[in-house]
């Protein structure tokens, strides 16, 4: 059973930067995906960025693509987004996410991965 943990979220002003952390734990397969996905409030959840645990390759919204960076530290079994130039409409609740051997080609549809993490709550204020 793969368990995920967030951290980092919290209140940021317009312009700044926050990394959030994802730590995983019980991985049964050598390559997995790991997803960051954002809800905002009344809105539905969207993807933003994955990688695969392999090192092969990551993916980007074009919402979020010149600002985010997916990165991950293999030793740590963690997953940081690395989040700049934040705006206000970057506001929502961050998940992240794990799926075995797929990231989808990019396709971040929710019902796609098994595996979530409780999230973690960031706010961009103008």
């Known amino acids: 059973q793969v368990q995920l943990a967030e951290s980092g979220g919290g209140s940021i002003q317009t312009g700044g930067s926050l990394r959030l952390s994802c730590v995983a734990s019980g991985y049964t397969y050598r390559s997995n995906c790991v997803a960051w996905f954002r809800q905002a409030a009344g809105k539905e959840r969207e993807g933003v960025a994955s990688i695969y645990t392999d090192g092969s390759g990551s993916y980007y919204a074009s919402s979020v693509k010149g600002r985010f960076t997916i990165s991950q530290d293999k030793v740590k079994n963690t997953v940081y987004l690395q989040m700049n130039s934040l705006k206000p409409e970057d506001t929502a609740m961050y998940y992240c996410?794990?799926?075995?051997?797929?990231?989808?080609?990019?396709?971040?549809?929710?019902?796609?991965?098994?595996?979530w993490g409780q999230g973690t709550q960031v706010t961009v204020s103008s």
């Open positions: 996410a794990a799926e075995p051997l797929t990231c989808y080609g990019g396709s971040w549809e929710p019902s796609d991965y098994t595996y």
